[in-house]
Every structure is written in C-alpha cells, then in structure tokens.
C-alpha cells in the first residue's frame, strides 16, 4: 500500500480527491496550510485512492499519512 504523508505541520485546507478516485503520479491530493501559506501535498505514484485519513479542519504533523493508495 502506497501512502501520502505530510512533508510538513499544518491545518488540512482542501481535499482535492475522495475514496475511489484513480489518480495519476504528481497528482495534488490534499492542501495544506503552514505559516499563512498553501502548501499542496502530492501523491509520487499512480493508484487508487483506498482511504482518506483527515478531514478538512485538522491539524497534522510531519510525517502522518494523509492519503492510502492501492
């Protein structure tokens, strides 16, 4: 199982895919805020997208897994 993590602290702004969406590598799948800035996270490889672990609102660390593919 492929996963997306956090590259950095911030409050979850966007959810850019959903559970079943098939999605290209380099694709942008959540957005971040960190220090007044929108940072994109993306994903480094093509898949399916099997859960989404956050919800718009949260706070994450560095490091958590924000998105799963298959």
């Given at each position: 199982?492929?996963?997306?993590?956090?590259?950095?602290?911030?409050?979850?702004?966007?959810?850019?895919v959903?559970?079943?969406?098939?999605?290209?590598?380099?694709?942008?799948?959540?957005?971040?805020?960190?220090?007044?800035?929108?940072?994109?996270?993306?994903?480094?490889?093509?898949?399916?997208?099997?859960?989404?672990?956050?919800?718009?609102?949260?706070?994450?660390?560095?490091?958590?897994?924000?998105?799963?593919?298959?």
């Open positions: 199982m492929k996963q997306v993590r956090a590259t950095m602290a911030g409050t979850i702004l966007r959810l850019l959903d559970t079943g969406n098939e999605i290209e590598s380099g694709a942008d799948v959540i957005v971040l805020e960190s220090m007044k800035m929108e940072v994109p996270m993306a994903t480094e490889s093509a898949g399916k997208v099997t859960s989404v672990k956050v919800q718009i609102g949260d706070f994450v660390n560095e490091g958590d897994v924000l998105v799963e593919l298959e």
